[in-house]
């Protein structure tokens, strides 16, 4: 497998009510020996969410016991009605991504604690995860 062929993986998460604590929601295993780097992580909203004006809906893709950031994604809509899904690679500055994911290595996918707006709805993601 090269960078420019890499095998391409989707994660289903569980669905969450709209972030209000930090949790770990999945723990994800790539193929054995495989470096992986985040491709995109998409927000799939099932019942309407509204965070409040300044609130953002964010998700953290980190490694390591530390769960060192890898990829944050942070949707700037603070509302988003039901069957809406919200990709980070479509949203200007909403994918951050940094290092690449070490082989064999643990991959914690985290809820981000959210202040502001009430918890009105549900979201699941998907994590997208190119390895090589």
């Given amino acids: 497998m090269s960078y420019s062929n890499p095998e391409r993986i989707q994660y289903a998460m569980p669905a969450v009510t709209s972030v209000t604590a930090a949790a770990t929601i999945a723990t994800i295993n790539g193929p ?14 099932t019942t309407t969410h509204v965070l409040g004006s300044s609130a953002q809906t964010k998700l953290n893709v980190g490694h390591g016991s530390g769960g060192d950031l890898t990829a944050m994604a942070s949707y700037a809509t603070p509302a988003a009605t039901a069957g809406a899904q919200l990709s980070a690679t479509r949203v200007a500055g909403a994918l951050k991504t940094g290092f690449r994911l070490p082989a064999d290595t643990a991959v914690l996918v985290n809820t981000i604690a959210n202040a502001g707006g009430s918890a009105a709805g549900v979201i699941s993601y998907t994590v997208v995860i190119d390895w090589f």
Avoid: E, L, N, S
């Fill in 32 to 45: 054995k020996g495989k470096a992986g780097r985040i491709a995109d992580i998409v927000a799939h909203v």
